[in-house]
């Protein structure tokens, strides 16, 4: 396997970073490699993180993100610093280090507090500068990867699913909704505590931070449920904390699913595709979880989306 020459420059920066810090930092543990993926490399030394973002990263898009994670520090942890470095042309930035989920205990994910700081951002007026959040272009980057597979016989339910889908969820026109700030990736593994270990819970990574439809942001979830693949006791906690913390998603009584249709169809075609990719690139046959992706986007090519009254299509 090749090394990624990044990594030892960041890990530097990294324990410089934390030596900044804390100048009687224990280095019994050394630096960990949280992550190394083409979209970005991370790296921690005790209690600070340095990130390299995506290659195609740039300073006119972070910025202003980094700067709302600096105003809203009750919602999104905060970089050290708002102003990042440039490393072997990456872009990166410097975090403090919080507790992540837990992947081995789901009994005890954070659902509640989870839908809490999704609705506590959809509240907060977004600043003039911020770009559009970015679900969207990476659903359909996810498909456009898809579509360059050799012929594999689970691509056509999911391009089926994909193209029954409104024009805005496909990227190709703007959001109906430009005025609502949103996490644009919401996931159990965007969640950390802060301070560590016990501290309360905050949002991670801005990079797909922006203006847009808030519901993208309960998507992911949504489609789990739909999909069998989230227990209907966590999707009623993380929707009933959400709507009891005044998020504008969707209504606050009622049947959720004009409001939720269309991103939570995306997001199943998009985490489909992601997952064919990656069968077909270990050459290996889906998995039960995978495949019930694909017959959920089968499924769902059978009846169109249903639309909520602000959507375009």
């Known amino acids: 396997m090749t090394t990624n020459p ?8 990294a324990r410089a970073a934390a030596h900044a ?85 789901p009994d005890t994910a954070p659902w509640e507090a989870a839908a809490t700081l999704l609705a506590r951002l959809h509240r907060t007026p977004a600043p003039h500068a911020l770009p559009p959040m970015r679900g969207p272009a990476k659903a359909a980057h996810a498909v456009a990867r898809l579509r360059v597979l050799a012929p594999h016989p689970a691509v056509s339910p999911v391009l089926r699913a994909w193209t029954a889908l409104p024009a805005w969820a496909r990227a190709e026109i703007p959001m109906p909704d430009t005025t609502t700030l949103c996490h644009g990736d919401f996931h159990l593994g965007q969640l950390v505590r802060h301070p560590a270990p016990k501290g309360p819970w905050r949002l991670i990574d801005v990079d797909d931070l922006g203006i847009g439809a808030p519901a993208w942001d309960l998507a992911r979830p949504a489609s789990w449920y739909a999909c069998g693949l989230l227990a209907p006791d966590e999707w009623t906690r993380f929707l009933s904390a959400y709507r009891e913390a005044g998020g504008p998603a969707v209504p606050a009584e009622g049947n959720p699913w004009p409001a939720l249709d269309v991103p939570a169809r995306a997001l199943t075609v998009q985490t489909a595709a992601r997952a064919i990719t990656k069968a077909a690139a270990a050459d290996r046959p889906l998995d039960e979880i995978e495949q019930s992706l694909v017959d959920a986007c089968d499924r769902m090519s059978s009846a169109p989306p249903e639309l909520s009254p602000h959507s375009e299509k």
């Open 6 to 13: 990044l990594l030892p420059v960041l890990t530097a920066k």
């Open 21 to 105: 810090r804390t100048p009687a930092c224990p280095c019994g543990a050394g630096a960990v490699t949280l992550a190394d993926r083409p979209d970005a490399t991370v790296v921690r030394h005790e209690d600070t993180v340095a990130k390299a973002h995506a290659p195609d990263a740039t300073l006119t898009d972070l910025t202003p993100r980094l700067t709302v994670a600096t105003h809203l520090p009750d919602v999104l942890l905060p970089p050290l610093t708002p102003t990042p470095v440039t490393l072997h042309g990456r872009i990166v930035t410097f975090w403090p280090y919080g507790t992540p989920v837990d992947p081995e205990t």
